[in-house]
Structures are given as C-alpha cells and as structure tokens.
C-alpha cells in the first residue's frame, strides 16, 4: 500500500490549499479597503507562505519557484476577489472558514512532504503544522489583525491532531488517499467547531 499519495494528487491539494488561503488574504485586504496590488500581495503570502517556509527548512527547491502555478492562481484569486469581496456581508467569518479550509489542506501536505523528506514522524507532524499556520500569521501580522495564534482559541491544534491523524493511519498501513482524507476532515471539524462554539484550550496567566 502506498503510505503516500501520488504527485498528482499533492499537487491539487497544494493548488487547492494555494487559492483557499488566498481567498482569506484577499478577503483580510477587503476589510483594510487595500487596492488591488494590496489584495494580490496579501493573496500571494497567504497562499505560498506557509509552503515556502517547510521547503526553506527543509532545504527542498521552494514549490513555487520551480513552478509558479500557485503564484498564477493566487493572483488570479486576488482579481476575482477584489470584485466580490465588497458583496460579502460578514468578511470576517469568511475569513475564519476560508482559512480553515486551507489550514486542512495544507496540513496533509506539510506532513506528506516531511514525510517524503524522510524527516521522521515527529519533523513531519511539525512540518504539517508549520505549513498549515505560518501563511495565515504572515497575513494577520501584514493585514494589521490580531495573528490567529495570539487568540484563545483552537488553531494549531486543529493541524497537529490532523498531522498526527495521518502518521498515526499511515503507520499502521492505511493507503495514502485514505489517511489524507482523514487528516483533512479531522483538522477541518476541530477548527470548524471552534469557530462555531467559541472553542479554547485552558490557559494559564503569570500574574507579574
């Protein structure tokens, strides 16, 4: 069985993931009133920028250089989105489910391509977690809004109990598609039913 989905495969979820955290920057960028080279900027470090950060680590040909598709489509993104962002009543709940979206995508990929790295389990699951957050911290911190790490609520543990889903099923055999698939809706339900019921892990404050 194969642990790993095949390259096609990754690529659409790459891609996927690529124009689903663009819709998020985009959307960040309608809610600043940004121009359109505001809205492909925030597009385009949204979409590549958790990916461009795991090849940097990982010392892998940065995806995006060696093939500029996702540029393409999160420019392409940016467009669409500087006409219809201003219909959306409610930019900030769409950015929320836009960049859960892409927060499940990315975490398959991230932990698929550690693994091709032969990282191990633990650097993969890192990997994952890695691809899946950086893109949206670099939009909050540029788009001036509070970074979604900052806020008491699931966020990077939706991604590490994906990246661990998908270890954890691959180690014991389960066939690539069917772990990935798994992997997205784990990560994907736990940060929804956050966004939904307000969800937050206990936190513990230092009194100075």
Not at 33 to 61: K, Q
Not at 79 to 94: C, D, E, G, N
């Amino acid at each position: 069985m194969e642990i790993i989905p095949n390259l096609e495969l990754i690529f659409i979820i790459d891609m996927l993931a690529a124009v689903t955290f663009a819709v998020s920057g985009a959307l960040v960028a309608s809610r600043k009133g940004l121009d359109i080279l505001g809205f492909m900027w925030l597009a385009v470090i949204t979409g590549v920028g958790g990916g461009t950060m795991r090849d940097l680590v990982l010392d892998l040909p940065v995806f995006w250089i060696a093939d500029p598709a996702h540029i393409i489509a999160c420019l392409i993104t940016a467009t669409i989105m500087y006409f219809v962002a201003p219909t959306i009543a409610s930019r900030l709940r769409q950015v929320l489910w836009f960049d859960a979206l892409g927060l499940a995508l990315v975490t398959v990929v991230g932990t698929v391509k550690g693994l091709e790295a032969d990282t191990g389990p633990l650097i993969a699951v890192v990997m994952g977690v890695t691809t899946a957050s950086v893109g949206g911290i670099i939009r909050d911190v540029v788009g001036g809004e509070q970074s979604i790490i900052m806020r008491q609520e699931i966020y990077v543990t939706a991604a590490v109990a994906g990246a661990v889903t998908y270890i954890s099923l691959a180690a014991f055999g389960l066939e690539g598609i069917m772990a990935a698939t798994a992997s997205f809706l784990v990560t994907f339900i736990i940060r929804g039913l956050a966004i939904t019921y307000n969800w937050s892990l206990p936190t513990r404050y230092v009194s100075r």
